[in-house]
């Protein structure tokens, strides 16, 4: 089992900042890619950035130029700092992590966070 922790979710207003943080633990042997995805009412999760174990990024283009994705392999942490909030990244944010475990064999794993709740007044 791998676990995510969130944290660091929020009220805040537009034009401010926030930062998100996401530890795994557990049985983890190696993390590929680990990722922020948001979610509102009604609307399918969307990926808002990921890393990979090679330190490439990726955003998704409502958020360039606002949003940082950084990881840290000694702690298998991941966070994200979202500058220059909108109203309209009100959404549950949720961390996923990929990789592998190793028991008497190697298997892959995708595990998701609880979710945060990220909520940016007008």
């Known amino acids: 089992q791998v676990q995510l922790v969130e944290s660091g979710g929020g009220l805040v207003q537009a034009g401010g900042s926030l930062r998100l943080s996401c530890a795994a633990s557990?049985?983890?042997?190696?993390?590929?890619?680990m990722g922020w995805y948001r979610q509102v009412p009604g609307k399918q999760r969307e990926l808002v950035a990921d890393v990979t174990s090679g330190g490439s990024t990726g955003y998704a283009d409502s958020v360039k130029g606002r949003f940082t994705i950084s990881r840290d392999d000694t702690r298998n942490t991941v966070d994200l700092q979202m500058n220059s909030l909108k109203p309209k990244d009100t959404a549950v944010y949720y961390c996923?992590?990929?990789?592998?475990?190793?028991?008497?064999?190697?298997?892959?794993?995708?595990?998701w966070g609880q979710g945060t709740q990220v909520t940016v007044s007008s």
């Open positions: 557990g049985n983890i042997f190696s993390i590929n890619i």
């Open positions: 996923n992590v990929e990789g592998w475990q190793r028991d008497n064999y190697f298997r892959s794993f995708s595990s």
